[in-house]
């Protein structure tokens, strides 16, 4: 799908258009080969170019080729089962500024609702706020994760399957953030330098503040998956505890079920025994095994077995 769209200073709404004007933004998602030939022949940018962005296990990089600055960041996506990350290519022209993707994303929907002020016309103030998006998305997905993670951590007694499970997939999650938000900020450090964009004073503060933004959801990714695996490794160590103390009971339990049994199978003997012809044998021997009894209790209660 291609669409186009164009905003100036003097709109107040970013409005569709029919054909590649100048200064308008081109809006490519899951673009099929005959619209990426297109693409090529209308705005001239390489086949090859085109071409990488639609792949989705490229990387995060920034050049130039053939005049054009081609940018491409790695944006969070609901993927049904949960959150993954797909490359968005920002490809600025001498006469359009140009975003593919393989799939359509919150970041560029806020751009078409007009909740973001932008203007087509300023392709470096467009780029730059795609990659504050980016930041902001990232923040955002993690900060709820790390909420989940807290809940969790605070009924370790009663987690059960699924929440293990849960866990495993956020991490899962925040290991695929990273794997994407440190190329990022290798992006915008670059772009900070201004090999690539020329920067006005405002704008090299707004790419500080991107690459301190994009370094401290790397160390909020970081810091969850660290306490993911404390979360895992305290579940297993109270499962562990619970396993042995249980253990530790049916041990108990069983020692001192065992003793009347070694009693009464002793007197059970078809032999001449101590006390054998009293007629108080029978309660000597049920006295005596309740005394053994009492006693083995007492002492794996003393231990704690029980």
């Keep these: 799908m291609i669409k186009i769209y164009k905003k100036t200073v003097k709109e107040a709404e970013l409005t569709e258009v029919n054909d590649f004007i100048l200064g308008s933004w081109v809006r490519v998602v899951d673009p099929t080969q005959e619209e990426v030939q297109l693409l090529a022949d209308k705005t001239g940018i390489a086949l090859d170019i085109l071409e990488d962005a639609v792949d989705e296990a490229e990387l ?18 609901s993927n049904g089962d949960g959150v993954t990350s797909i490359p968005l290519t920002i490809i600025i022209t001498n006469r359009y500024i140009v975003t593919i993707s393989i799939k359509s994303n919150e970041i560029i929907k806020l751009f078409l609702e007009n909740k973001i002020e932008c203007f087509t016309t300023q392709k470096s103030k467009f780029l730059l706020k795609i990659l504050d998006q980016t930041n902001r998305s990232y923040d955002k997905l993690i900060k709820g994760i790390s909420k989940n993670i807290s809940r969790q951590k605070y009924k370790l007694d009663s987690l059960k399957n699924k929440d293990i499970f849960n866990l495993v997939q956020q991490e899962e999650v925040l290991n695929n ?16 330098k201004g090999k690539y964009l020329k920067l006005y004073e405002q704008d090299e503060e707004l790419v500080e503040d991107l690459l301190i933004d994009v370094r401290q959801v790397i160390d909020l990714c970081n810091t969850n998956i660290k306490t993911i695996k404390n979360v ?35 007197y059970g003997m078809n032999v001449e025994l101590p006390g054998g012809g009293s007629h108080f044998a029978f309660y000597y021997i049920a006295g005596f095994t309740i005394i053994v009894m009492a006693a083995a209790y007492a002492i794996f209660n003393w231990k704690k077995w029980l």
Excluded: C
């Design 232 to 266: 895992r490794e305290a579940y297993q160590t109270i499962l562990s505890n619970n396993l042995n103390k249980l253990l530790k009971f049916l041990t108990s339990i069983t020692i001192i079920l065992t003793l009347p049994t070694i009693i009464a199978s002793i």
């Design 177 to 192: 953030f990273i794997s994407s938000l440190v190329p990022n900020s290798n992006v915008f450090d670059r772009i900070l």
């Design 60 to 77: 995060p990089r920034i050049e130039y080729d053939q005049g054009n600055l081609v940018a491409i960041i790695r944006v969070p996506v």
